[in-house]
Every structure is written in structure tokens, then in C-alpha cells.
């Protein structure tokens, strides 16, 4: 067996977020949030002025660098994405709840036309899009005796707390935990980018599905293989495809609203997934064992192997074979 710590490990450098591009990131988001300031400041009473809490990915040290896109003009786009609460809380005696659509028009006049390039509005959140590809959702809650409810447009007040699932990552993690997460990150980016209609969970879901089924190994290639053939056979289970929160509102289940076409998609990628790293498992040369999982799951991040032979496999082999009964040779009378 090829055992391809190594190269998970240099995977991870090439994936892992620099501390010159979060600080960068962090800096959009300073900016964002000064602008949300001023705009609510000089339209709206002091009762009600937004604060913010930082939140996903890059708080638990889990972004990935994704793989580039070009525009029609060729320049290149980096699609990173962050996450950034805007908060309002309820003040005694002030009858401050409004209408949902009310607070995502509010925070969306106060981004438009920050970066040039035209802002969305989603059901949970404004997206703020940048013109080098990356964007920061601006997911919006009130906050009410202690309760923190998200403003979601399809589906009402919604009791919500990020600070708890970033908490309890915290409580579970390890530096092989992320490494593990963000392999499974860059698996989606590579594979949603090859085909475009699939539509893998999201780094979020992810994230539960990875921490609820790690297991700790010396090597991460060997640690992502029994992690991924758990989920996998977790999923698959009879009334097993399921992704409950661990955090409010707990036990919720995430792939509730998932339809069948999307269901199936991801248990066939994510089976893809598990046979290959089978397959790159038993094969005993580290260029061979590489390419399998460059090809299919990972793309040409994931660094290639030695054109050499495991030795421990072969030493092993020899060592089987030297102590084997050899039968005596007859000998004619």
C-alpha cells in the first residue's frame, strides 16, 4: 500500500488559506462593515444600529483556496467566500421588529454599489460580490431576551445562533479535524467544477458530516479514507441520509429539503469518492496512487507521487515469501 500522507500534506499547503490572503479577506469585511455603519447611522434612529459577529469558515480556520475561473476577458476569478452576521438587537421599551423583507432592504441599500459589481439578495442573506470573484454574505439577525432569531425570506423568523456551531467545532476539533475538513472542501470545489449541475452539501454540512465521523489516524490519507467510508455508510443506511445540527436549532435536520436528483448526486460522487481512495489504497506505486485521486476527485492540486514502489509493501512481500515452507525437490532413486 502507497501511504500518501505526504502529498495530502503538501495538498493541504496548496489549499490551506495563507495569512497574507485572510488578513486581505479580513480586510474587505472591515471595509463592508464601516460602510453598513455609516449607512444605518445617517438613515435610521440610534435604537436601531447594527452590530456584527464574524462567522463560518474562516473563523475556524477551514477555508480553502478555490480553483480559479476565467472571465470572458481571461483575467482571473478567486471565488472565496466568508460570512459576516449583521445583528440588531431589541431595545427595552422600543418596538424595534421589523418585517423581514424590511431589514434585507435596509442592509442592502446600505452595500449597494460598494464594489461596482451588483449585490444579490438571497433568502438567507445580502451577498456582497467583489471584483476579484469573492463575496461576503451578510446573513441578518435580531436578537430578543437572549434569543437570536435569522431573518430568512422563505421561511420567517428562524432561531438561529452561529456562535454556538463555531463553539462547538471549537470544542471538537483538532489540526488533523480541519486538515480533514478542508479536503472534503476541495473534493466539492473540484468536483461541482467539472461538472457544473452537481450540486454537492455545503461546507457547512460538510463540516457536521466530517467532525460526527472522523477517525484520528498518524496519516491523514489514511484517516480521510475511514472518515469517508463511515459518512458514506452512515448515508446510505436505511433512512440514514441525514445532516442534524448539532448546535440551534439542534437536531434539525440539513438535507430535509434535499430532492431526489440531489440526494442521488452526491451519494454517487461521494461513492465515487470512497472507491477511488480504495483503489489508490491497494495500489502499491505512489505516482499510481496519486493520479487515481487527481483524476477523479481532487484535480492537479493534489500533487503526484514518486514513480517508485512502496518498499514496506515489498519488504514485506519478501520477508512472507523467505519464510514460506518451500517443499523438497524429489529426487529419482
Not at 120 to 126: A, F, I, L
Request: charged share 35%; hydrophobic share 25%; with cysteine.
Amino acid at each position: 500500500m502507497a501511504v500518501l500522507h505526504k502529498e495530502y500534506i503538501k495538498f493541504n499547503k496548496e489549499i490551506k488559506l495563507s495569512t497574507k490572503k485572510k488578513d486581505s479577506l479580513k480586510t474587505s469585511r472591515k471595509e463592508l462593515r464601516k460602510k453598513i455603519r455609516k449607512w444605518f447611522e445617517e438613515n435610521k434612529p440610534k435604537e436601531i444600529q447594527p452590530k456584527f459577529t464574524s462567522q463560518g469558515s474562516i473563523e475556524m480556520n477551514t477555508c480553502i483556496n478555490p480553483i480559479s475561473t476565467e472571465n470572458d476577458d481571461g483575467t482571473k476569478q478567486y471565488k472565496y467566500d466568508l460570512d459576516d452576521g449583521v445583528y440588531f438587537i431589541e431595545v427595552k421599551g422600543e418596538d424595534n421588529k421589523r418585517a423581514i423583507d424590511t431589514w434585507h432592504d435596509w442592509v442592502f441599500e446600505s452595500v449597494d454599489n460598494h464594489t461596482g459589481v451588483p449585490s444579490k439578495r438571497k433568502t438567507t442573506c445580502v451577498r456582497v460580490i467583489f471584483a476579484d470573484g469573492h463575496h461576503i454574505d451578510l446573513p441578518i439577525y435580531y436578537k430578543k431576551d437572549g434569543t437570536i432569531e435569522l431573518a430568512h425570506r422563505s421561511k420567517s423568523w428562524t432561531v438561529s445562533d452561529p456562535k454556538e456551531f463555531y463553539e462547538w467545532f471549537n470544542k471538537k476539533k483538532n489540526p488533523q479535524i480541519e486538515r480533514i475538513v478542508r479536503y472534503l472542501k476541495a473534493w466539492k470545489n473540484f468536483r461541482e467544477n467539472k461538472n457544473t449541475n452537481l450540486k454537492l452539501p455545503s461546507g457547512f454540512e460538510l463540516t457536521i458530516l466530517a467532525v460526527n465521523n472522523y477517525k484520528s489516524d498518524d496519516n491523514d490519507d489514511k484517516s480521510f479514507i475511514e472518515t469517508i467510508k463511515k459518512i458514506n455508510k452512515e448515508l446510505n443506511r436505511d433512512k440514514g441520509f441525514k445532516c442534524l445540527l448539532p448546535t440551534t436549532p439542534k437536531n434539525q435536520d440539513t438535507f430535509a429539503d434535499y430532492s431526489e436528483t440531489r440526494k442521488n448526486g452526491f451519494l454517487t460522487t461521494l461513492n465515487s469518492l470512497n472507491n477511488d481512495l480504495d483503489r489508490a489504497k491497494d495500489e502499491s506505486n505512489f505516482k499510481t496512487a496519486s493520479e487515481i485521486l487527481i483524476n477523479n476527485q481532487f484535480g492537479t492540486r493534489f500533487p503526484k507521487g514518486e514513480d517508485k514502489t512502496d518498499s514496506g509493501k515489498s519488504n514485506s512481500l519478501k520477508k512472507s515469501l523467505g519464510s514460506a515452507i518451500i517443499p523438497p525437490k524429489p529426487y529419482g532413486n
